[in-house]
Structures are given as C-alpha cells and as structure tokens.
C-alpha cells in the first residue's frame, strides 16, 4: 500500500523519463489529477488521461531533442515534514527557471498562479 502518492507520481515521471520512456502510468486520484494539470500547464508533460475500468492514469512524457523537459524534479514537503509558505515566502525556483507546485486552499496550482491569486500553502514539490 502506498502512503506517499505525491512521492510515488513524482518518483515514476521521475525514473520514467531517465530511461526515456515515452510515457507512465500513474495511479489515479483527484489530488495527481490536480498536481499532472499545473505540470500540463507549465509545460513539463504533454498530456495525460484516466484509464477507464482502473485506478491508473497513462501520462505521456514531454522531451525536447531528445531531452526529458523536466531536468530535475524533488520532493519539499514529505508525510513526516510539511513544509509551508506565504507568498513573500516563495522562492524562484532554479533562478525563475523552475516552480514550486503548491497546495492551497484554492486547489493544487504553481507559486506564480499562487502569487497572482494572493494565497499560500504547503508546497508539494519543485521541478526544474
């Protein structure tokens, strides 16, 4: 049983994209659904779907020449160690290259969506 599903979906692109798979399959929550939708938006991967008749969801993979789009990718926040911010807080990640996906209390967005819409939260991760 997995108790980290954040860890786990960013684990699997993670190692997927190292071996240059096309594409992964994750399993399927509202939660990685919200978190694979910032990345969609901030151009990290190319699509992703719910499988019908299971609980995964098939993530395809986004490379540009060759090489994976997301170059580094880590876990903030873990279950034992939660780390959260305000927006004066916020970072730029890898010199305003990368973001921070954060948890708010308006949904699962990137620092900059959180900036714009003045809230803050815990923050899940950084890709870069």
Request: aromatic residues 10%.
């Amino acid at each position: 049983m997995i108790t980290d599903k954040v860890g786990d979906l960013i684990t699997r692109i993670r190692n997927a994209q190292r071996v240059g798979h096309e594409g992964v399959r994750v399993y399927s929550s509202k939660f990685n659904t919200a978190i694979l939708g910032v990345l969609k938006r901030e151009g990290y991967i190319d699509s992703y779907k719910n499988l019908e008749g299971t609980y995964m969801t098939e993530v395809k993979l986004k490379y540009d020449e060759g090489q994976p789009c997301i170059r580094k990718i880590e876990r903030v926040s873990t279950p034992g160690r939660r780390v959260y911010a305000q927006i004066r807080e916020f970072k730029p990640v890898f010199n305003g290259c990368g973001v921070n996906v954060i948890s708010t209390s308006k949904g699962v967005m990137s620092d900059y969506e959180a900036i714009c819409q003045k809230v803050g939260g815990e923050i899940l991760f950084k890709v870069f």
